[in-house]
């Protein structure tokens, strides 16, 4: 355990719990939590306990407790800000960022009586850092590995979330997604994630990459919580995320099937993928086969461009509004400070990303904001809608990644398989993964990606795959 972790714990809190002879079944729950955040965190997934839980649970007094979330435990990916606790986004130059305010998912999931019970460790500077980075290493909390196989990643960078869902630890968590941060880690962890449409869910109180492609998402062990979650983050919705759900969700719906990201053949993941397939047919959904993803490769380097380009930008003016007592204020200063501290910071890999990031200018052709809003219309309405209105589909399916791949810190992340994160990723639309179930021992996942604004839609198919895979 890192000292900053043991410093930011609130270890008397059990016991504080315990000594006030609470009857409450939700006292007992969160005290039970707490003891396995403390004890059986495995993974390493758990960076900061909470310090007001006991305020939270008595503050529940004046909630309704007919409401789903009411005394749910939920973690916290450390690049959102949580009152009182500082948000790191795994670097040690941000230790002393305390937040002044919850971010407002993290206020909206209070107002319905979830219990903010910890943070989660992740990526540092949400894996965009460095071209050779290590997914789940952070210089503030270490190594974070997958529940399933501690060799393996748990890919990231909201790693630590998806394994402290996937770990049993608790069954609700908040990351964030610039290009397969939810997704990735929620397919590794054997759990369910949401990217949601960008801009569906406030923004503020998080450490920035992109404004074109950031929002924070739910984790969570079933489709049916990541749509009680939803339903607490998203404000003044006529009908609830979690009232679509139905077991007969796909019945005559097309779905396309995205086969440029077909696991290999003959593999266990393949052979994984097949079932799952037999089993949407058998659940009514009308399978279209979609061979090729025009443009795809464009979009992926003009995306690169784009983030090295709205990071600067937009780290530079989080930075700038962070407390008097931190001490890194630009790009720069952080780089310094790394640098500085190359033994805690740098021991595995470095900062090229930065660099580059850095190196980028505000006159750079074409303006950042037209090559954002070409590469939503490249991604979107010219990629996800248009490969949906020639298939005649509703959603898109495909293996959500590759399987996970054994941790070498020494080299790097070493990809395994295709993904499909980019398009919904660039576009700004909507990605849900759901388990398939096991490959050789290690979780494999299936996306849902449909057009902008469709989480009900994805949700619900989710749901009805799920539920007949569990049958």
């Known amino acids: ?31 039970a939590t707490l003891n396995r955040m403390q004890h059986e965190d495995r993974t390493n997934a758990i960076l900061a306990i909470v310090p007001d839980v006991l305020d939270q649970v008595h503050d529940l007094e004046g909630k309704d407790p007919n409401q789903p ?22 670097s040690l130059a941000l230790i002393n960022n305390i937040a002044a305010q919850d971010a407002p998912v993290v206020a909206r999931l209070r107002s319905v009586g979830a219990i903010i019970v910890g943070k989660t460790n992740l990526s540092e500077w949400a894996n965009f850092r460095s071209t050779s980075s290590s997914s789940g290493w952070s210089s503030v909390g270490g190594l974070t590995s997958n ?11 909201s790693s630590g979330s998806g394994a402290a869902v996937g770990s049993g630890l608790v069954e609700i968590a908040l990351g964030t997604e610039t290009d397969g941060s939810v997704t990735c880690p929620a397919a590794m962890c054997g759990i369910v994630g949401l990217k949601p449409t960008v801009g569906l869910l406030p923004s503020e109180g998080v450490v920035p990459i992109s404004s074109s492609q950031d929002t924070v998402g739910p984790m969570t062990t079933t489709v049916s919580l990541a749509a009680h979650t939803m339903d607490a983050l998203v404000l003044n919705r006529n009908d609830s995320y979690a009232s ?46 979609i061979e090729d993803i025009p443009g795809l490769g464009r979009i992926q380097r003009l995306e690169w461009s784009l983030l090295l380009r709205e990071f600067r930008r937009e780290i530079n003016r989080y930075l700038a509004n962070t407390p008097r007592e931190v001490e890194s204020r630009t790009l720069t200063e952080v780089m310094a400070f790394n640098v500085a501290n190359t033994e805690q910071v740098m021991p595995h890999f470095d900062q090229e990303i930065f660099e580059l990031s850095e190196q980028t200018s505000e006159s750079d052709e074409p303006d950042l904001d037209t090559l954002a809003r070409q590469l939503k219309k490249l991604a979107g309405p010219e990629g996800i809608d248009a490969l949906l209105q020639q298939a005649n589909c509703e959603i898109l399916i495909a293996p959500t990644f590759g399987r996970p791949w054994k941790i070498d810190l020494a080299n790097g992340d070493n990809f395994e398989g295709s993904s499909c994160t980019t398009l919904p990723a660039v576009s700004g639309y909507p990605h849900l993964t759901v388990p398939m179930g096991l490959a050789d021992g290690l979780p494999f996942g299936l996306s849902f990606i449909g057009t902008a604004f469709s989480e009900s839609i994805l949700l619900s198919a989710g749901y009805a795959f799920e539920q007949a895979r569990i049958d």
């Open 244 to 289: 679509s759900l139905s077991r007969d969700a796909l019945q005559n719906v097309r779905v396309g099937v995205l086969r440029q990201h077909d696991p290999t053949p003959n593999s266990s993941e393949a052979k994984l993928y097949q079932r799952a397939l037999k089993l949407l047919k058998e659940q009514g959904a009308v399978l279209v086969d």
């Open 147 to 157: 529940p399933f196989d501690p060799s393996c990643t748990a890919c990231g960078s």
């Open 1 to 31: 355990m890192n000292p900053w972790k043991t410093s930011q714990w609130t270890f008397g809190l059990v016991g504080c719990l315990s000594a006030c002879q609470s009857t409450t079944s939700v006292e007992t729950s969160i005290e």
């Open 69 to 90: 979330l009411y005394g749910q435990a939920v973690v916290v990916k450390d690049n959102i800000h949580v009152k009182g606790m500082a948000t790191t986004a795994g």
